[in-house]
């Protein structure tokens, strides 16, 4: 499968300086993502499941310009959610076809409603999952974060394996991220390598 070039660092960081540029307010952890994807998208944030299918955990809807979260998740997978569905008013609005009628439960290219459901390999919900890590772990937060647990829990007794799950859950926290987002983010970002080549611990 072939994707586009995107450098998501940089989309993350346009994003979220368009949003400082709008309001004034500083960007640090956790990243207010409700509030930035409604003043830089400029689409309504609704906490719902009626509108939702049960495989859902988000969606949005292009026409009305409102995105839905399903209300009975945990905030580390609502935030993920609403980042994702960010990502895809971002990344995906000129794929948007809204003169076709919508098919009601049809999923497949942007001329039809668009989905965002659990487990999808297709290239635009990949790219909306890292556009979502990118925006929500920006590594000009994590670098800084990520330093400081590794100052706090320097003199923790265990092995590197131990700490890191240590660190991991702290930096979920601060971020209000869930552990595996983290931990992913962590290993893309090379920290986690940088944790084991460099013996930092």
Same mark, same amino acid.
């Given at each position: 499968?072939?994707?586009?070039?995107?450098?998501?660092?940089?989309?993350?960081?346009?994003?979220?300086?368009?949003?400082?540029?709008?309001?004034?307010?500083?960007?640090?952890?956790?990243?207010?993502?409700?509030?930035?994807?409604?003043?830089?998208?400029?689409?309504?944030?609704?906490?719902?499941?009626?509108?939702?299918?049960?495989?859902?955990?988000?969606?949005?809807?292009?026409?009305? $310009?409102?995105?839905?979260?399903?209300?009975?998740?945990?905030?580390?997978?609502?935030?993920? !959610?609403?980042?994702?569905?960010?990502?895809?008013?971002?990344?995906?609005?000129?794929?948007?076809?809204?003169?076709? $009628?919508?098919?009601?439960?049809?999923?497949?290219?942007?001329?039809?409603?668009?989905?965002?459901?659990?487990? !999808?390999?297709?290239?635009?919900?990949?790219?909306?999952?890292?556009?979502?890590? !990118?925006?929500?772990?920006?590594?000009?937060?994590?670098?800084?974060?990520?330093?400081?647990?590794?100052?706090?829990?320097?003199?923790?007794?265990?092995?590197? $394996?131990?700490?890191?799950?240590?660190?991991?859950?702290?930096?979920?926290?601060?971020?209000?991220?869930?552990?595996?987002?983290? !931990?992913?983010?962590? $290993?893309?970002?090379?920290?986690?390598?940088?944790?084991?080549?460099?013996?930092?611990?």
């Amino acid at each position: 499968m072939t994707y586009r070039r995107i450098n998501y660092e940089e989309e993350a960081n346009a994003f979220l300086d368009e949003y400082f540029r709008k309001t004034g307010n500083s960007i640090g952890r956790p990243v207010p993502i409700e509030q930035a994807v409604e003043v830089v998208s400029g689409f309504d944030v609704l906490y719902d499941n009626s509108e939702l299918n049960e495989n859902e955990s988000g969606r949005t809807d292009f026409r009305h $310009k409102v995105i839905t979260i399903r209300v009975d998740e945990v905030e580390g997978r609502q935030r993920f !959610s609403l980042a994702h569905e960010g990502g895809h008013t971002r990344l995906h609005a000129d794929k948007v076809d809204l003169l076709t $009628k919508p098919i009601p439960g049809l999923f497949g290219d942007y001329a039809r409603p668009h989905l965002s459901r659990r487990g !999808s390999n297709q290239w635009y919900e990949v790219e909306a999952n890292k556009f979502a890590a !990118s925006v929500l772990m920006p590594l000009r937060l994590l670098r800084p974060a990520f330093e400081e647990a590794k100052e706090k829990y320097h003199n923790l007794s265990g092995s590197c $394996k131990q700490l890191l799950a240590i660190v991991t859950a702290d930096l979920a926290r601060q971020f209000r991220v869930s552990q595996e987002a983290m !931990s992913y983010r962590l $290993k893309n970002t090379g920290l986690l390598q940088e944790l084991y080549t460099r013996s930092l611990f």
